[in-house]
């Protein structure tokens, strides 16, 4: 499977600062974030380098309602602690992308409710529009958000791609248990300057 540049998107997911930042909802809760920092770092890199090649940039945001209505099982059941803390609450600067990060003209801003960067978004029309059938796919957590969109990029029939070192979770075990799924049945698994190369391909 070959990364097309001509017909390639990055997407880059959640680099909010309910993620990246010591004040955001996962660093209270006690979890380290420095690989999620590091791992975010490449990816404002990656977002350089693609927009340097012509290639779109989607930038994807977890976003609920103050109240949590839209919440369903994953806040109400799964990540009640995160409820508590009113993480990734609209308005809040929670849900805000992390310092550092600019989003451009011509770049595409996906919000979402729900793990996935395809559930109930309009991510798969607009990647259409554009013909693209490579993604390139990098951002924050592995496991979660970064697993569930490339397990429906891959359903979709796009050639799917992953950047090891610029993808990170807050558990190593699970950080490289998803990697091993996603190259198994879902993706390439690329380096960050693997990524940066088949940008010029």
Request: hydrophobic share 40%.
């Amino acid at each position: 499977m070959q990364f097309d540049p001509k017909n390639a998107a990055l997407i880059v997911v959640d680099l909010q600062r309910a993620f990246c930042c010591e004040d955001g909802s996962v660093a209270v809760q006690g979890r380290d974030i420095t690989s999620c920092q590091d791992a975010s770092r490449r990816c404002l890199q990656l977002a350089d380098a693609a927009r340097d090649a012509g290639i779109p940039i989607f930038w994807t945001r977890l976003i609920l309602q103050a109240d949590y209505s839209d919440g369903g099982v994953m806040m109400h059941e799964l990540l009640p602690n995160l409820k508590k803390l009113g993480g990734l609450r609209a308005g809040t600067p929670d849900v805000e992308f992390m310092p550092g990060l600019e989003v451009h003209e011509g770049d595409i801003v996906i919000d979402k409710i729900r793990n996935s960067s395809f559930y109930g978004t309009s991510l798969d029309a607009m990647l259409r529009a554009r013909n693209v059938n490579s993604v390139m796919v990098c951002g924050l957590t592995t496991s979660m958000c970064v697993e569930s969109t490339v397990r429906d990029a891959s359903q979709r029939d796009y050639k799917t791609f992953v950047v090891r070192d610029a993808v990170s979770d807050f558990s190593q075990s699970r950080h490289t248990a998803s990697l091993e799924v996603m190259e198994f049945g879902f993706a390439r698994i690329f380096s960050h300057n693997e990524a940066l190369s088949s940008f010029q391909a």
